[in-house]
């Protein structure tokens, strides 16, 4: 103190000033120790969060690197798989277009084998017997009587047909003379009978068997003392037109026209035209709207099998309609 008041004035006030200073010195040499161990203590923090992080990270990238590795594996798997099911595809394609060319091959040689089939067993109807005899005129007893003509109709095949005939014909000596038709149409219809059951009806017609001969008889067309003059003269004529048609056991129908001529020097008849007419069933020679009526005309000729479904239906029906009747009585 005695230095302080001793000392002049300019000496006191730089002395202050000097431990003024000395003061501050100290304060910020303290600040800057706190300071330097603050940042060494948040920069060993830092460290520390740094590590952690970059471990984390590259547990992340181990963890994302494993995945890629497990993603490209499935990738590979999967593409395996694709090509595997692409090639099962193809083979199964290749498999599926044989098995179709076999069985268009097998339907084919079913058609072929019941095409053969049909062919050698199927009938076939023609007008004549084996011998070359078409037809014949057999002489009544007695003059008043009728001259009755045969037709001779052979089936040359193995199975049976249903076979119609209608003939019709002319006659002439001295004047001309039209004999009436003779025979049946094939005719298939179907209507409803009494009790209301839907059924197929057809003309009544005769079955020629197997390698067989089927005499077709026309009575009391032709009287005796007529043939008598067709024979006497010789430019006297016959003329007889023959429908033949027949239904096979395949379904299949025939239609055949043969004109026969009387040969009166050679004493027999002769086939002078034949016409395939098969394809015009219904206008040969001709079946009007009024022989079907109300009912509905049907092919001439019933599908395998359809005889007897027919036969089964109307069975039922019969059992039915008969216990719809007693119920009715009670």
Not at 33 to 52: E, I, L, M
Not at 172 to 197: A, C, E, I, V
Not at 207 to 217: A, E, N, P, R
Request: net charge neutral.
């Amino acid at each position: 103190m005695k230095f302080w008041e001793s000392g002049k004035v300019h000496e006191r006030i730089n002395v202050g000033l000097t431990a003024i200073i000395a003061l501050f010195t100290i304060i910020n040499v303290i600040a800057t120790v706190v300071y330097v161990r603050t940042v060494r203590k948040s920069t060993k923090d830092t460290s520390v969060q740094t590590d952690k992080i970059i471990s984390a990270a590259n547990t992340q990238a181990s963890a994302s690197s494993k995945n890629a590795e497990s993603a490209d594996s499935m990738a590979v798997s999967a593409k395996s798989q694709a090509d595997a099911a692409k090639t099962l595809a193809d083979r199964t394609k290749d498999i599926a277009d044989r098995t179709l060319v076999q069985a268009r091959l097998i339907k084919e040689a079913n058609e072929i084998a019941k095409n053969s089939v049909e062919i050698s067993q199927r009938p076939y109807i023609t007008v004549g017997r084996k011998d070359g005899i078409l037809a014949e005129v057999r002489d009544a007893e007695d003059k008043d009587g009728w001259a009755n003509i045969v037709f001779h109709l052979q089936n040359t095949g193995r199975l049976p047909a249903k076979v119609c005939i209608l003939v019709d014909g002319t006659a002439w000596p001295l004047m001309p003379y039209h004999f009436m038709r003779d025979g049946n149409l094939m005719l298939r219809q179907r209507g409803k009978d009494s009790t209301g059951f839907s059924r197929i009806m057809e003309n009544a017609c005769p079955t020629i068997g197997g390698d067989s001969v089927y005499d077709f008889l026309v009575e009391k067309r032709l009287k005796q003392e007529m043939w008598e003059q067709i024979k006497a003269n010789r430019d006297s004529q016959i003329m007889i037109a023959v429908y033949v048609q027949s239904c096979d056991a395949f379904g299949r129908y025939t239609c055949k026209n043969a004109l026969l001529k009387y040969l009166v020097d050679a004493k027999r008849f002769e086939e002078i035209a034949e016409e395939d007419c098969t394809p015009s069933y219904r206008y040969v020679p001709d079946i009007p709207g009024s022989m079907y009526g109300t009912n509905e005309p049907l092919a001439p000729c019933a599908l395998p099998g359809e005889d007897e479904e027919n036969q089964k239906a109307y069975l039922r029906h019969s059992e039915e309609w008969s216990r719809q009747q007693q119920k009715l009585k009670k």
